[in-house]
T-cell receptor, first 114, second 110 residues
């Protein structure tokens, strides 16, 4: 299967600061990547679809000014959580579909806002 | 619209079989199955496409009933390593994004 990496795996930040999470496709090019958020014992909720070279498409209820997505190259998408608050603490996972069918997830980033 | 998974949880002894169901109220193009262990990201198991064949490898297989918009995941002769939360992700005919069910917690005991 395809390999998707994320960095960092864990991050702790103070309330009001911003955090950037990187998602990379290691062995394929990804024109589209997906960002999910998962709260403890809950399902994966799609936040946005990241499109290389264009604006991201956000799901209903997701604040695009708070969760900034940049897909600057065919192998890198970044998610920046701006002015983070404790309620933003969650498991953030990116994914990509190298052939358009199977979708592979990165290892995830656990964000804790204190 | 989120697909509905059943059961919510199941406990098995090693060697027993289990079936996890996933149903949608809208027409589907594909159904994806994943297993997630605590603290880790979901791992891809298999994908079933509309018009495609039943999939399977070793003791894990799945089917897709297009008329009923339902998919089932079959786990036979379960092993301890099968423990985790199983998610189905569905894709509609006109979209390229997956919507995931609430998950089924599977626990295999020795």
């Amino acid at each position: 299967g395809a390999v998707v990496s994320q960095h960092p795996s864990r991050v702790i930040c103070k309330s009001g600061t911003s955090v950037k999470i990187e998602c990379r496709s290691l062995d394929f090019q990804a024109t589209t990547m997906f960002w999910y958020r998962q709260f403890p014992k809950q399902s994966l909720m799609l936040m946005a679809t990241s499109n290389e070279g264009s604006k991201a498409t956000y799901e209903q209820g997701v604040e695009k000014d708070k969760f900034l997505i940049n897909h600057a190259s065919l192998t890198l998408s970044t998610l920046t959580v701006t002015s983070a608050h404790p309620e933003d603490s969650s498991f953030y996972i990116c994914s990509a579909r190298p052939q358009g069918y199977e979708q592979y997830f990165g290892p995830g980033t656990r964000l804790t806002v204190t | 619209q989120q697909p509905v998974q059943s059961p919510q949880a199941v406990i098995l002894r090693e060697g027993e079989d289990a079936v996890i169901n996933c149903s949608s109220s809208k027409a589907l193009y594909s159904v994806h199955w994943y297993r997630q262990k605590h603290g880790e990201a979901p791992v891809f198991l298999m994908i079933l496409l509309k018009g495609g064949e039943q999939k399977g490898h070793e003791k894990i297989s799945a089917s897709f009933n297009e008329k009923k918009q339902q998919s089932s995941l079959y786990l036979t002769a379960s092993q301890l390593s099968y423990s985790g939360t199983y998610f189905c992700g569905t894709e509609g005919e006109y979209g390229n994004k997956l919507v995931f069910g609430a998950g089924t917690i599977l626990r295999v005991k020795s």
